[in-house]
């Protein structure tokens, strides 16, 4: 046999692979460049307006007309919209959206759940255009059957439409954290002579707390920066309110009627939207660090 | 003594809390089910009447009669297209990248949470950020390609954590034998990894489509125009979109023209439909093929 020369092992994938690995590594990049765009962008922007409108006028002031005279810049009215339409959708999908969970994690079967689980997530994917449709053509000539008084925008039915919307991410994720509570917790509920409902409720439910109110806040981050919906349905005035009849304005509506109208573009009035959108963006941040945190807590506990 | 009267009065309330309790968690279960079918049902009485191919090969008009979303349908479809060949390739690369090569420090961790909060941003400062760096600065204009990277920079998150997801599934064992076996890290990849996440990569990415073709108010921020009678033949031409075209029909007062919402409703959501059946089907033949 002829002696086989030792080929270069060694170095023999190494050029290629550096390549490869350096191509994935700046993939990865694009996202970081991402979050850096955006806050650069909507800093920046937005400067250009606090130059001229101080942020404490922004941030308190109780009036919101910028394109019209005289203007005024105070986002409060915006923010106060956002806020009544979260609150509704609050209060048709946190509650719904945990009992839900509670059936699909303890009452409901294997096979059920498969079933029931995404179909419910349909109601996630449903582009929110159509929900604003749903809202405008629907649920409002609903509710004025209901109180004729009730304006033809109004903050009611597109809060109901973004519960619906919001449902199924309170749903879903309570129902993943409830499941990823051990099953030793249950044994030892029903060896203590507990019901189905004391389990469920008093042993489950507090134990993926943290998980439940992870989903809690993914999703009313996802109610405040919904847009095309509360722009169909909800109206364009913006007002310090709390009456859901009334037609009312919020931060995403404000910023698609801006883009949507002849505004034009370097002016005062449309550097506005970049203030509005940094609001928007931090508020969000905040609310998506917050539930992180609570889903690490979990996880550690659980995992 | 042991009351046994107190204890079974007792019992007794406890169980019908218990039956109360999941009668309240069946009825929100059902809840959004019944309003999935209300809405599904709502929106197919409003619009079949105008669901012809009258509609479908029409350009918008000031007639209900006679508007259509041809040039929508094309919009979407380059839109897609575009996303599609940008978002891709970048975020299964991200993927991989996190997964099989990446260690585990805190750079990674930092790159880990950034997109899960880019997967929360919300999709209107998606636009803002495509309106300024692709639109003004790039001076790309109102076109189908300032939308097609706009739309990629925002699903980029979805097929990231998706693709995450499948290659987890793979099993660490599959890994140890390519390497043992001699292979580099991106045969591995290339030749076990990647084949077995195929299947499971390929959902994600079709979910995340599905979420591109659905939005809405980022293309309003680049300013996807709402009235075009053409179809675009080019990377820079403008274009509008089938939630645009929609979004557009539903602002108006006029009855007809929600009517005709509904009906461009429908096509989207038949479209939607279509790429998750595909997805489904495609995942299950690739599956029974590897066992």
Known sequence: MTAVTQPSLKGRWRFGEILIQTGLFLCAIVSVLTTLGIIWVLLSESFIFFREISPLAFFTGLKWAPLFEPRHFGVLPLISGTLLITLGAAIIALPLGTFAAVFLSEYSDRKTRQILKPILEILAGIPTVVYGYFALTFVTPLLQKLYPEIEVFNAASAAIVVGIMILPTVASLSDDAMRAVPGSLRYAGYALGSTKYDVSFRVVLPSALSGIVASFVLALSRAIGETMAVTLAAGATPKLTLNFFESIQTMTAYIVQVSLGDTPAGTIEYQTIFAVGLTLFVITLLMNFLAQKLLARFRERYD | ?291
Not at chain 2, 9 to 36: E, H
Not at chain 2, 148 to 161: E, G, H, K, Q, V
Not at chain 2, 276 to 286: G, K, M, P
Request: hydrophobic content about 55%; proline content about 4%; overall charge positive.
């Open chain 2, 1 to 291: 003594m042991f009351d046994t009267r107190k204890l079974e009065k007792n019992l007794k309330r406890r169980k019908l809390v218990g039956k109360v309790s999941l009668l309240v968690c069946v009825a929100s279960t059902l809840f959004g089910i019944v309003l999935l079918g209300v809405l599904l049902i709502d929106i197919v009485r409003d619009g079949y009447a105008y669901l012809d191919s009258q509609f479908l090969t029409s350009f918008p008009s000031r007639f209900p009669a006679r508007a259509g979303i041809k040039s929508a349908l094309w919009g979407s479809t380059w839109l897609i297209g575009c996303t599609a060949l940008f978002s891709i390739p970048v975020g299964v690369g991200a993927s991989i990248y996190l997964e099989e090569f990446a260690a585990r420090n805190w750079f990674t961790r930092f790159i880990q949470l950034n997109i899960a909060n880019l997967a929360a941003v919300p999709s209107i400062v998606y636009g803002m950020l495509g309106l300024v760096i692709f639109v003004r600065w790039l001076n790309l204009e109102r076109s189908v390609i300032s939308g097609a990277l706009t739309m990629s920079l925002l699903i980029l998150p979805t097929i990231i954590i998706a693709s995450q997801e499948a290659l987890k599934a793979i099993p660490d064992s599959i890994r140890f034998a390519a390497l043992a076996l001699g292979s580099s890290r991106w045969q591995m990849v290339r030749d076990h990894i990647l084949p077995s996440a195929f299947p499971g990569m390929m959902t994600g990415v079709i979910l995340a489509m599905s979420r591109a073709i659905g939005e809405t108010a980022p293309l309003i921020m680049i300013g996807a125009l709402t009235y075009v009678a053409f179809v675009p033949e080019r990377l820079s031409d403008p274009f509008t979109a089938l939630p645009i075209q929609i979004f557009n029909w539903a602002s108006r007062p006029q009855h007809e023209f929600h009517n005709i919402a509904a009906a461009g409703i429908i096509v989207l959501l038949l479209l939607l439909l279509t790429m998750n059946a595909v997805a489904i089907l495609s995942r299950n033949h690739f599956e029974r093929e590897q066992h």
